[in-house]
């Protein structure tokens, strides 16, 4: 959403980790919403690297995301229009400070942590990402 001076909004997807669901998030709204939006990702305690199954999951819908594991501390400043947590752990975490604007929550499960076969594991990570791009998208659409 472009603000009354036409100026895109900045977000902050926030996730425990982000190695998987905020940096999946990150990449598909700097991909789809790139006249609107700029999103960056963090951790409250970030694992330092983007989980390999993440980064196919999105180049499999045409997205190179070349994302960085990084602490809500490292962001340069806390100028953001809003803040979106991904996980429980970071809804309950997240410092009132970083955004001028509102906080959303919208929870999704860790692909990180499931289990089974190599092709099991990376369609829960597909799945994650598709509910992803549905519910994230949707909420900065209609935001207003």
């Known amino acids: ?7 895109i909004k900045r977000v902050l997807i926030l996730c425990t980790g982000n190695s998987c669901r905020s940096q999946m998030a990150e990449a598909i709204i700097n991909d789809r919403l790139v006249d609107s939006w700029q999103a960056e990702s963090a951790g409250t305690d970030p694992s330092g690297y983007v989980h390999p199954m993440a980064i196919q999951a999105l180049n499999e819908i045409g997205i190179y995301h070349t994302g960085n594991s990084k602490n809500i501390s490292e962001l340069p400043d806390t100028n953001f229009d809003l803040v979106i947590t991904v996980c429980d752990d970071a809804a309950e975490n997240c ?4 955004g001028k604007g509102d906080k959303q929550h919208i929870s999704f499960p860790d692909p990180a942590a499931a289990e089974g076969s190599e092709a099991e594991i990376m369609e829960v990570f597909r799945a994650v990402r598709e509910d992803i791009a549905k519910r994230v998208l949707d909420s900065l659409i209609s935001y207003s």
């Open 1 to 7: 959403m472009v603000d009354k001076t036409g100026e």
């Open 95 to 98: 410092p009132l400070w970083l």
